[in-house]
């Protein structure tokens, strides 16, 4: 079974419109982060942003928010005015147990965002 | 600046040859991972390091070799038994000392064998 399951492909949205990126995760780990990349067509990983399993409060970032929903793992990427610039590939990612450095990331297959003017 | 290189960019491959892919960082970070990315997938996990002169597999270690013999260096060598290399090779770096463990990306080298 997947671990990280991103079921959008493709994803379209105008500028300044806001737009939901899914990720629902599966571990039984009760300690764990959940990471959110984006892969501009360059081909480098930026970092956006990070749940830890544990946070009482929804992480954000700028325009970037994460919509942690425990219960239903599910910890989905909300960006908000989207910009030109936001058009790229973006990945969910976990990283199973307690937070430490050397610790690997799951990755999904992520979802390509396309903005259009 | 501080970052993480990779080098080369791209790197073209006859079958049957090995090839040495350099990943370095100036972030002193303790952990350094490769992983490889196909075509319209994930990333996957070929071999991590948490500290200098050990290293662990990861889920597609087949026909790869690391060596972790500085903290700031983590080449991955591609060998001839590696069936398919062809593939886009990202190397990251995260520290003990920042919390949470964000895996820092380089800007990758893109496999090619002819």
Not at chain 1, 26 to 52: A, C, H, N, R, V
Not at chain 2, 7 to 31: I, M, W
Request: net charge negative; aromatic share 12%; charged share 20%.
């Amino acid at each position: 079974a997947q671990k990280i399951t991103q079921t959008q492909p493709g994803m379209f949205v105008q500028e300044k419109e806001a737009v939901t990126l899914d990720c629902t995760y599966d571990t039984s780990d009760p300690s764990y982060g959940l990471f959110w990349y984006k892969q501009p067509s360059s081909g480098e990983m930026i970092f956006l942003i990070y749940q830890g399993s544990y946070d009482q409060q929804n992480a954000t970032e700028g325009r970037y928010s994460l919509n942690f929903q425990k219960a239903r793992k599910s910890a989905n990427l909300v960006i908000s005015a989207s910009q030109l610039g936001d058009s790229a590939m973006y990945f969910c990612a976990m990283r199973e147990g307690p937070d430490q450095a050397g610790t690997a990331l799951i990755f999904g297959k992520g979802t390509t965002l396309s903005v259009s003017s | 600046d501080g970052g993480i290189t990779q080098s080369p960019k791209y790197l073209f491959r006859k079958e049957g040859q090995n090839v040495t892919l350099s990943c370095e960082q100036n972030l002193n970070h303790d952990a350094m991972y490769w992983y490889r990315q196909d075509p319209g997938q994930g990333l996957r996990l070929i071999y991590y390091s948490q500290i200098v002169n050990d290293f662990q597999k990861g889920d597609i270690a087949e026909g790869y070799s690391v060596s972790r013999e500085k903290k700031e260096s983590f080449p991955l060598t591609v060998t001839s038994a590696q069936k398919n290399p062809t593939a886009f090779y990202l190397c990251a770096s995260s520290s003990w000392d920042n919390l949470p463990d964000t895996q820092y990306f380089g800007p990758g080298t893109r496999l090619t064998v002819l």
